[in-house]
């Protein structure tokens, strides 16, 4: 980065990782000065009307910065590029994505950037603080989730953005009932309110669906039971069935984990619960076989005999 100029022009450097607009730039130099760095090859233009104080390569922060700059007036990052920067993880796009006013169009957005529009890009969108300018954490996540490939990877970007402790599945419904318009909305609300009643990983939405798709009770999601290991989350309890069921994720193979879960069960089968484990793929890929078996189990306990909150027996015919 070029150093020895004014502290307007060093702030400014400092601020946007050395990426500047070159109306900024020659506001703070001068025309001249400009056009000899960018001739020398000391600066070099990186977009329409951007320009980077150094003659290397983009680091991934001043890519963020051309994206913007060259999206203009309002623009805003958004979507997962909003999300990652604060704390989403595990989901990879390289792509930059930039919102801006519906009002506004970008005749040469930044190389790599995805330019979205939006009527709804106000105070209550934008964060009003951090660099580089970006939608505020729910809005990004309700975007992304919008913006994403599939229906299955919004329904997960969904679920990661409340079980990493990052936003509620409140705060994700607020922006949803603020965003009439955006793409998905009725599939959005329904996997936030399977997120408000306790399922919070994908594979437990998926979960939630077999349940509903084949007609079987609704059971208590991730309830809490006082165990010897101190407190624990079960993923799905009938209690007048006595039956858990636990879906494993791949973390499940890890050794440490897998026995701690077998302790758990075993406590639990002392205590007289009956536990079925399924792992994600099964609840994803063959839901019949899983849906078959909580129901065999569900039907030998009302035959043991009824119990509080028993639903109807034509549920296991």
């Known amino acids: 980065m070029t150093r020895g100029f004014g502290t307007e022009f060093e702030r400014l450097c400092a601020r946007q990782a050395g990426v500047l607009t070159v109306a900024s730039a020659m506001q703070c130099l001068g025309r001249s000065a400009v056009r000899s760095r960018l001739a020398s090859g000391r600066w070099r233009l ?92 729910a809005r990004s996540l309700v975007d992304a989730a919008a913006w994403a490939g599939t229906e299955r990877t919004a329904r997960a970007i969904l679920a990661a953005g409340v079980q990493q402790r990052l936003v509620t599945a409140d705060q994700l419904t607020q922006v949803l009932h603020r965003c009439q318009r955006v793409p998905r909305r009725a599939l959005m609300r329904a996997t936030l309110a399977d997120v408000a009643g306790g399922a919070e990983a994908l594979s437990e939405l998926d979960f939630c669906d077999l349940v509903r798709r084949f007609g079987l009770p609704e059971p208590d999601r991730q309830f809490r039971r006082q165990d010897s290991q101190g407190r624990r989350w079960l993923d799905a309890v009938w209690e007048w069935a006595r039956l858990v069921v636990e879906i494993d994720g791949r973390w499940h193979m890890d050794a440490g984990a897998w026995w701690a879960d077998m302790r758990r069960d075993n406590e639990l089968t002392i205590d007289g619960y009956r536990v079925l484990r399924f792992p994600a793929f099964a609840v994803r890929d063959n839901p019949e076989t899983v849906a078959r078996q909580i129901a065999s189990a569900l039907r030998q306990a009302h035959e043991a005999g009824p119990g509080p909150g028993l639903p109807a027996a034509g549920l296991f015919r």
């Open 46 to 137: 990186v977009a329409g009307g951007v320009i980077l104080t150094q003659s290397g390569p983009l680091g991934d922060r001043q890519q963020l910065w051309v994206s913007i700059l060259a999206a203009g007036q309002g623009a805003a990052l958004a979507g997962l590029t909003a999300a990652t920067l604060d704390g989403l993880t595990g989901f990879g796009d390289r792509r930059v994505h930039v919102l801006i006013p519906a009002s506004r169009r970008v005749r040469r957005p930044a190389t790599g950037s995805v330019v979205h529009r939006s009527r709804l890009l106000g105070a209550a969108d934008v964060h009003p603080n951090r660099l580089p300018r970006r939608t505020r954490l």
